[in-house]
């Protein structure tokens, strides 16, 4: 069974930056494209970033030149680097493969706010 940890989330201002970490265990990166979603409070699960296994990262329009996807697949880990973070950033961040192959983990709760 892949488990998915998801940390490095936090309270930040807007304009801030953070960065969110996924380590999984088990093999779910070998080949895979890992993503990573988020959902705010009442809204549904969105995809924001993902990164095609040997292939060049993808990000959603909404977060375009502000975050940046990147994987180590030696360490099974895969990162968002996200700059000049603003309110509507604020929600619970989850990573996964696509198509989704691990069960969801807990996700890492970003809030923006001043």
């Known amino acids: 069974q892949v488990q998915l940890v998801e940390s490095g989330g936090g309270l930040v201002q807007p304009g801030g930056s953070l960065r969110l970490s996924c380590a999984a265990s088990?093999?779910?990166?070998?080949?895979?494209?890992m993503a990573w979603y988020r959902q705010a409070p009442g809204k549904r699960r969105t995809l924001v970033a993902w990164h095609p296994n040997g292939g060049s990262p993808i990000t959603d329009i909404s977060v375009k030149g502000r975050f940046a996807i990147s994987r180590d697949n030696a360490k099974n880990t895969v990162y968002l680097q996200m700059n000049n973070l603003k309110p509507e950033d604020t929600a619970v961040y989850y990573c996964n493969s696509i198509p989704n192959q691990a069960t969801w983990g807990q996700g890492t709760q970003v809030t923006v706010s001043s």
């Open positions: 088990g093999s779910i990166f070998s080949g895979n494209t």
